[in-house]
């Protein structure tokens, strides 16, 4: 199971869904882009978007495989105590991600600007910082990757 925590309009879960990926949870803060995103989508019936703030979600611990950021911390990164809220985020996607599985973070923002809102969160001890490929002129183009530990006995 796959969580898109900020997805906004984003094609990813498209293209992911499209793919073979069906269990897959999109989450945003804005009403009216889930709005939009459920009518674009409604020839992908297996795919649910829910109107959810990603700092305080709803969803019980050890619900996902896979949780998905495509920019979200780098919209968090811009406000006003961005330090405690990338936090509180961060926290939340420990939580609900099942033992073993995997946070993966796609970022315009370079490990000195993005590493340490990882700290305290239960995400930064397996963390990597990746370069890809570049595909955008501004910024750095990231992933953070990191996954729990598995199971003790799995």
């Known amino acids: 199971s796959v969580l898109h925590a900020g997805c906004g309009s984003s094609l990813l879960p498209e293209e992911m869904y499209d793919e073979g990926y069906r269990d ?3 989450i945003d803060s804005s ?3 889930i709005s939009h995103m459920k009518a674009r989508n409604l020839q992908r019936p297996v795919m649910s978007w829910l ?3 990603a700092t305080h979600m709803d969803f019980p611990n ?3 495989d896979l949780v998905l950021d495509k920019s979200l911390l ?9 330090v405690a809220v990338a936090r509180a985020y961060l926290r939340q996607v420990a939580r609900v ?5 995997t ?10 600007t993005r590493l340490h809102f990882f700290n ?11 370069e890809l490929e570049k595909w955008y002129a501004v910024g750095a183009n990231m992933a953070y990757i990191a996954r729990l530990p598995a199971a003790s006995g799995a």
């Open 24 to 26: 897959i949870t999109n």
């Open 31 to 33: 009403a009216v882009v």
């Open 51 to 53: 109107v959810m703030d």
């Open 62 to 64: 050890s619900t996902f």
């Open 74 to 82: 780098d919209t968090i990164a811009c406000m006003e105590g961005s």
């Open 97 to 101: 991600l099942k033992p073993g599985g």
């Open 103 to 112: 946070f993966l973070c796609i970022s315009f923002g370079d490990p000195p």
């Open 120 to 130: 305290g969160t239960g995400l930064e001890a397996s963390l990597r910082a990746v």
